[in-house]
């Protein structure tokens, strides 16, 4: 939730949406980079940097550093990220966000989530429909297949699938056997 300074004749409706601001605690930061310009610098590798916490800004807690930034819909929010010194050196920086807003990039707002998304909603209803109407054209496709089978059926031109079935079980009980008898004959052999 984002809490702004209330004016009069102001609806939420009017305020923008698509710039949000989130505080993030960045931690694992090495001593010598504890700094505010080179926070500022972790900060604008998310997006628009904008404020300290009074205990960071006055080096009061070397375990995190909490910060805040502006982010738009389409910004990546990482978990982490790596920093290398001057000399080499690699060192992953943790970040936990205290809030992240819902946001639905494809629309490039934060005013709904995927979940809730009308072009999606109204994308699927339209889906449905056709689906619908191609599940009623599927079912008249199928009724005249059946029917064609039955005629080829009734002319014998095509053999019932429970007879094709019995055929092939028999087949199979029949190269059965004959392994058997191999195998007892090879049996006798030795």
Known sequence: ???????????????????????????????????AEALSHFASLLENPLYMDKITEENKNFTYARM????????????????????GNATKMGIHYEWRPYRFVNC????????????LMTN????????????????????????????????????????????RMKEQKEIKLKKREVRNERKLIK
């Open 68 to 87: 805040s930034v502006e982010v738009q819909p389409r910004s990546v929010l990482p978990n982490k990220i790596t920093v290398v010194d001057r000399k």
């Open 1 to 35: 939730m984002k809490i702004e300074k209330w004016k009069e004749g102001t609806s939420y409706d009017s305020i923008p949406k698509e710039i949000v601001q989130i505080w993030f605690k960045l931690r694992n930061i090495p001593p010598h980079m504890y700094n």
């Open 108 to 119: 490039n707002t934060f005013k709904h989530s995927i979940m809730r998304c009308p072009k």
């Open 124 to 167: 699927l209803k339209e889906n449905k429909e056709q689906q619908m109407q191609n599940g009623e054209a599927k079912q008249q496709k199928v009724s005249s297949t059946n029917e064609t089978v039955m005629e080829n059926i009734q002319q014998k031109k095509v053999m019932p699938r429970g007879k094709m079935l019995r055929i």
